[in-house]
């Protein structure tokens, strides 16, 4: 016995498959019809290999209920290079921001929402700003008093 | 950016991890607090590489809530070698049944919900009976009258 995927319910499929799949990134891998009446999608992220199926049940079918939110689902994750820049890009893509991002450790975290109100976090590493960066490559470059100073600050931080 | 796992909202820890690991077969690989409070433990299928995460939010915590049943987690899939015997031992390690297995096209299916009742679909392709894949293997074996009325018997179905 091996697990598969994790399903989730949603409320228009269409509008659903463009969120995962444009702006999540995700591939569309399968897509069918139960015999109970509802729709199946299956996604697959290509490079972490993480499966996900959209089920969506119409109207008058078997497992249609009324969309309730509710605790179980506590988040989809998503790994990031640079958790700003696919903060922004999220936004743009139609999610909805929840927090915007924030520095812990040496971590970088933001939630954002689905389309339904899904809660979808955002972790990569800190990444240091351009400076900081600088500073640290080349050291013997800061010699005005200035600089030196600015150096410091930034060892301080 | 990849997806890298989903993260459900467990009310009993311990019984959670028990509940994944031992009965529906996932490893633990890491497990931690957030800063605001929650814990996290982290779970992989070792074969199929799929990841969960169950959040576990103490009473009195930033995101502690009342735990409500939702729509939004329509499942979790356990792909089965055999759906009928994978049925019987999650019920047997406290499961809940749903749906009992049933067949379905050229698969079986079953439903069970987990400690908090999340769904948990059980699928695997439908196993022949015994008599049924012997029959198939070697057809000329069938020479009496009735063996070859049987033998049509199950070519109709």
């Not at 700003?84 to 040496?106: F, N």
Request: proline share 3%; hydrophobic share 30%; charged share 30%.
């Amino acid at each position: 016995m091996k697990f598969k995927y994790t399903g989730i319910r949603v409320t228009d499929l269409k509008r659903s498959i463009e969120f995962y799949t444009k702006t999540m990134g995700l591939k569309q891998v399968q897509r069918g019809k139960m015999h109970a009446g509802g729709v199946y999608v299956q996604l697959k992220d290509k490079e972490s290999q993480q499966e996900l199926e959209l089920n969506y049940y119409p109207l008058g079918t078997k497992f249609y209920e009324e969309y309730v939110e509710g605790s179980e689902l506590d988040h989809l994750a998503f790994l990031c290079e640079d958790v700003r820049k696919s903060y922004k890009k999220l936004l743009a893509g139609g999610a909805i921001s929840v927090i915007e991002p924030w520095d812990e450790g040496g971590w970088t975290l933001a939630f954002v929402r689905d389309p339904d109100g899904v809660w979808i976090e955002l972790i990569g590493k800190k990444i240091k700003p351009a400076s900081k960066r600088k500073n640290k490559k080349y050291p013997q470059l800061t010699v005005s008093d200035s600089s030196l100073k600015e150096s410091f600050n930034v060892r301080d931080k």
